[in-house]
């Protein structure tokens, strides 16, 4: 079966991929993780410049507990202010009249082939289904990973119908899973 999907990802797709991304794939925990790291690191070379600054234990001792309630804040946060930055990344660049990605297109999945094209105004890609890393589908939308840190996204309100949706769901569940399963053995 082949499904022709003109889609549209809109700012809020975007968000939500990327949101989903940081939370629920090990490219985006390892990014957290690795920004969490380089916080406290940061904290530590803040702490060393303070200790040779100063001979006073209280203030140094006062400089410590500051620092480091700053610096434990910032690692809880840490994800939601990586989606603070992806905010305000699109804005900037919404303002600058760029785009961040490619949001029109055709994107065609023909679970026949065992393909994946992408057409745009400036490119098309064929990828084959033995490229797909991981699938995962959301509230709002299928993410199809053909690379650890990202993919396609295709959007519950690009499908033309429910029907069309519900087929989409049950064959990419089929046939994914069963890709994906086959590859890790």
């Not at 804005?91 to 057409?119: C, H, M, W, Y």
């Not at 299928?142 to 996204?153: M, S």
Request: charged share 25%; with cysteine; hydrophobic share 40%.
């Amino acid at each position: 079966m082949k499904f022709i999907l003109p889609y549209h990802i809109t700012d809020e797709d975007y968000l939500a991929f990327n949101e989903h991304h940081i939370r629920y794939t090990a490219f985006g925990r390892k990014a957290v993780r690795n920004g969490r790291i380089g916080l406290i690191a940061l904290c530590l070379i803040i702490l060393c410049f303070f200790w040779f600054q100063h001979n006073d234990w209280f203030i140094f001792l006062f400089q410590c507990i500051a620092v480091g309630l700053v610096c434990l804040l910032e690692t809880i946060f840490f994800p939601r202010s990586m989606m603070k930055f992806t905010r305000r990344k699109l804005k900037k660049g919404q303002k600058a009249g760029k785009e961040l990605f490619s949001p029109r297109g055709e994107l065609t999945v023909d679970f026949e082939n065992g393909i994946i094209v992408d057409k745009t105004e400036k490119l098309t890609l064929e990828i084959p289904f033995s490229s797909v890393q991981q699938w995962h589908e959301t509230d709002t939308a299928f993410y199809i990973y053909i690379q650890p840190q990202g993919g396609f996204i295709l959007p519950y309100h690009d499908f033309f119908s429910s029907d069309d949706l519900r087929s989409f769901r049950e064959i990419a569940q089929k046939t994914f899973s069963n890709n994906l399963s086959s590859e890790s053995k």
